[in-house]
Nanobody, 124 residues
Framework: QVQLVESGGGLVQAGGSLRLSCAAS????????MGWFRQAPGKEREFVAA????????YYADSVKGRFTISRDNAKNTVYLQMNSLKPEDTAVYFC?????????????????WGQGTQVTVSS
């Protein structure tokens, strides 16, 4: 069992930055690939970024490539999402999720555990 708790969301102006954190419970964090997803009002949840358990592979949605950076610290059981050059269309609830093993996937159905989400609002 892995419990995930996101933090770091808030209100920011367009062009600004935020760093989201996701703290995981348990000793097996390093056995999981991690992903960030987001869901805007009235829209389906969408993939944002993922990182494998060894920290040597990352993957991004085209909409955030070059602006967002995913990273993780296995010693701290934490995954991060650094978000720069934020746009109003980045406004959403952001969720972190964990998937067992070596998988890095954009498919939300393959993730085993989810956090409760943190709100990010970007004003124009």
């Amino acid at each position: 069992q892995v419990q995930l708790v996101e933090s770091g969301g808030g209100l920011v102006q367009a062009g600004g930055s935020l760093r989201l954190s996701c703290a995981a419970s348990g000793r097996t964090f390093s056995r999981y690939g991690m992903g960030w997803f987001r869901q805007a009002p009235g829209k389906e949840r969408e993939f944002v970024a993922a990182i494998n358990l060894n920290c040597d592979y990352t993957y991004y949605a085209d909409s955030v490539k070059g602006r967002f950076t995913i990273s993780r610290d296995n010693a701290k059981n934490t995954v991060y999402l650094q978000m720069n050059s934020l746009k109003p269309e980045d406004t959403a609830v952001y969720f972190c999720a964990a998937v067992r093993g070596l998988v890095v996937t954009t498919d939300s159905r393959r993730y085993d555990y989810w956090g409760q989400g943190t709100q990010v609002t970007v004003s124009s």
